[in-house]
């Protein structure tokens, strides 16, 4: 028994050198990577067959993210006719999913300002605020056109949509736009003018009478010839005037 206890110290002795050098160089490789760096390694694997498969996939991830962004900021109208939309959205429009979070049964009147501050985005932001790739331009006619009423052509309340009061004005002003350059139509209401409002045969919008003629001497007003002037007041300006008067 004690023979066998020898044993079993000399071989602890003697691996536990081994076992002390791995976990220190796994440590000192933790640390010398970036952060949020998944590592699926083992202090017991060799240095040279080990890998991190993590950072790799998330590098790709950011990667496609980038590159789907840049894809549509110069022409976001191809979005809504990307088969990505249409597994997404289908034929709806992008609000017709989305549910406001508020406290109590009652809506509030207002929606929030704005779901992004700096860096930072809110639990719940709205139907536009949400998906990166859908981008408000006034020539997005089809982005645009969900969110006229089709019956009065008039711009839906953000508290029907649940857009943020941010991207409802920079919804406005693509639609106001959009109309002045020809790509929306909108209808004026058509209103019939009676020619009796607009004539001019009655007195009020009649022609001017010619001026009567004048002949010299003759007053402009003829009660201008009638008016008498005070002869005090006409004595002082003659008495103060006496030295131009001569």
């Known amino acids: 028994m004690a023979t066998s206890m020898k044993y079993i110290a000399t071989f602890i002795c003697r691996v536990s050198p081994s076992i002390s050098h791995s976990v220190r160089q ?11 760096t998944c590592l699926s390694l083992s202090p017991f694997i060799h240095p040279r067959h080990s890998y991190c498969k993590a950072a790799s996939l998330q590098d790709e991830a950011v990667a ?13 109208w191809d979005y809504l006719e990307s088969e990505e939309y249409i597994e997404r959205y289908g034929s709806s429009p992008v609000w017709a999913d989305y549910r406001r979070n508020h406290k109590g049964g009652i809506p509030p009147q207002k929606t929030r300002k704005t779901c992004i501050r700096g860096d930072k985005i809110c639990g719940n932001p709205c139907p536009i605020c949400r998906d990166p790739n859908i981008i408000i331009h006034h020539q997005n006619v089809k982005l645009l056109q969900q969110f006229i009423s089709p019956h009065t052509g008039m711009v839906l309340d953000s508290t029907r949509t649940g857009v943020c009061m941010k991207q409802q004005k920079q919804l406005n002003e693509a639609i106001n736009t959009a109309q002045d350059h ?13 020619g009796e409002d607009y004539s001019n045969s009655h007195d009020a919008v009649g022609s001017t009478p010619p001026p009567p003629s004048l002949t010299l001497g003759d007053n402009w007003y003829k009660w201008y ?15 103060k005037y006496k030295a131009y008067l001569k």
């Open 26 to 36: 796994y440590q000192s490789r933790l640390q010398r990577l970036p952060a949020r």
């Open 64 to 76: 496609q993210a980038t590159e789907a962004l840049a894809r549509y900021k110069d022409r976001p």
């Open 182 to 194: 020809g790509l929306l139509s909108f209808q004026i209401p058509y209103v019939e003018f009676s």
């Open 225 to 239: 010839g009638e008016i008498l002037p005070d002869e005090n007041e006409v004595a002082k300006v003659k008495k």
